[in-house]
């Protein structure tokens, strides 16, 4: 029921920026730690960013000083504002979050379909 949908894709000439939104949807009662994943074509999934529910965040190195995560929690939503993209950065990016369905339940992990990235000129 729980679903992670996220927007914001598309193609980017390099230098430019791009805001992916990705927004919690069904039955949740606490979304812990969102963040966001990547993977390009023959590479492996990699943690792209990711903040916690008390705002702690944590950055590829490949991504510190040009990406920056936020989050809404009252709209369940986490953003990823991708600034000074390069071509590297083309990947489909996926949303994931640690979401509790009810209190005194544990936590599990969501994940989105995933939204296309490309940086081409």
């Known amino acids: 029921q729980v679903q992670l949908v996220e927007s914001g894709g598309g193609l980017v000439q390099p230098g430019g920026s791009l805001r992916l939104s990705c927004t919690g949807s069904?039955?949740?009662?606490?979304?812990?730690?969102m963040g966001w994943y990547r993977q390009a074509p023959g590479k492996q999934r990699e943690l792209v960013a990711a903040?916690?529910?008390?705002?702690?965040?944590n950055y590829a190195d490949s991504v510190k000083g040009r990406f920056t995560i936020a989050r809404d929690n009252a709209k369940n939503t986490v953003y990823l504002q991708m600034n000074s993209l390069k071509p590297e950065d083309t990947a489909v990016y996926y949303c994931?979050?640690?979401?509790?369905?009810?209190?005194?339940?544990?936590?599990?992990?969501?994940w989105g379909k995933g939204t296309q990235v490309t940086v081409s000129s």
């Open positions: 994931n979050a640690d979401i509790q369905r009810w209190t005194g339940l544990r936590g599990r992990d969501y």
């Open positions: 069904g039955s949740i009662f606490s979304i812990n730690t």
């Open positions: 903040i916690t529910g008390g705002g702690s965040t």
